[in-house]
């Protein structure tokens, strides 16, 4: 958008953190970018907010707080040329990456890093840039991260003062080793911290270019160490006694004989593989992904699991739980009726609340939602969901109870349900179908790992199984004859589990008037009353 559009009359609220002892609250200001520092005592101290919120709203956009220091991505001037740099605008003096260390970057994430030693602590940032390797085979965008020392003092020399000096960037790879299939395209990322930083994870979501998602999780240890011990990219002189990328003690400023070969060599040749010992995805599926969220649950059995939610393009939301002998998709929610895109994600962990948006609305959801189980023990138990289990007759919040019965290890599930062959449905109902007319027998598919039988006067007729994916069985009668009529009967079988969804019985509308105590006639009766009546008013 350009300025003197409808759009600068108007202000979008960009950024809303915590800042200090207070809130931090941006906007564009109507194309003065303003920020507000909103405190306890609810003052308002207003800034100028040029570099921290957009002048008009802008998706290529990252800003990180962290305690009184802010970085970004975002622009200071509309002026200022199309380069996008990572800038630290608060805190410390500022600093902006070279213009030459990115090609054309599209940011996703980024994050703060404590370490051992304070001069240690990192800033880590993710995004995708142009591939420089222009060979046809070659894909068109690459996955990065990139680190920066929070002390960094800029350079030495005038052209380098206000430069990052410990800028470095290693590739993402994300590939399915059995297929070879690459999913290159970085989508978004999801940070999932630990007590040891080394073993804070990185969960990456990742496309390709034939619309398949992939999850790949990365540990920032690992990264440390590529960062650390790899050589640079196309570099084959002497190493300076700092090593690029290195950070120097509180106070100190990086050797200009260390930046100028950072700068001009800021790329690691060893990349980033995914977490051993398999380095290959969490999982892949066909689904278009573009937002994921982690939640960590306690379970009843005491342990904890990571439940990813996985936004699609098509407006709905995958619930995929890591179980210890599998990844499991538990549960699809299609979050607006008319499948609006969804344009936010916002996990809140400690309410265990997942607040989806629109353009035009936003939806909470709560994370344990345990009654679409059908107060049923084997669906519970069959979900494999860590947020609910079986107690006292009915599928319940391990929020409300730690005593729960569950399935999520390996351990044999039977004997925590009473012993049945099949859970009936109720009894079966009564459908009358013309004869000659169309007819569909629907049967939502509750679970992607069980197997669903259609079944017509005990005959098996139709079977619905994970290798055909899909939103329910249906059975299609094109043609509704004297030999369609009878009862229908869908059942689910899944690890042993026996259940009945769906019972009905199709009935001709003829014999189903009778039944209801109608004059019992038969179809040959009713043409005799019709030629009689014709003959009545022929001679009428």
Known sequence: MMPGSSEDNKNYLTLVEKYGDGMLVCGTGACAPTCWNLTQR???TAWDGRGIAPFTPDSNTLVVVDGHDIYSTIKKSQQNGKIPRFRRVRGGGELYTSDTVMQNPQFVKATTLRHEEPHQDKIYYFFREDNPDKSPEAPRNISRVAQLCKEDKGGTSSLSASKWTTFLKATLICVDPVTKGNFNWL??????PASNWRHSKVYGLFTNTWGSSAVCVYSFG???????????????????????????????????????????????EERVEPLSPTKSPL????????????????????????????????????????????????????????????????????RAKLYVGSTTKVVEIPMDMCRVYRNNCESCLLARDPYCGWLNGTCQSVYLSQEVHQNLNLDPWQGKCQKGDIKEADDYQNITVVPFSRYYLNCPIESHYATYNWYHNNNLIKTCNTTHPQQDCLHFIQNVSHLHYGHYICISEEDGFRQALVKERLVNQLRFMSQKGQATMTFGSWLQLLLMVMLVELFH
């Open 42 to 44: 609810r003052e308002r």
């Open 187 to 192: 989508q978004d990322v999801v940070f999932v």
């Open 222 to 268: 690992d990264i440390d160490t590529v960062f650390r011990t790899s050589k640079l990219k196309g570099y084959n002189g002497p190493n300076p006694e700092i090593k690029p990328g290195q950070c120097v003690s509180s106070g100190q400023h990086t050797p200009s004989e260390t930046f100028k070969i950072a700068d001009s060599h800021p790329e690691v």
């Open 283 to 350: 999982f892949h599926n066909k689904h278009r992904y573009q937002k994921i969220g982690v939640h960590e649950v306690s379970a009843g059995d005491g342990r904890r699991y990571n439940v990813l939610y996985l936004a699609t393009d098509k407006g709905s939301i995958h619930k995929i739980v890591e179980l210890p002998d599998r990844v499991q998709n538990i549960m699809e929610l299609q979050v607006f009726p008319k499948k609006d895109p969804i344009q936010s994600m916002i996990l809140d962990h400690k």
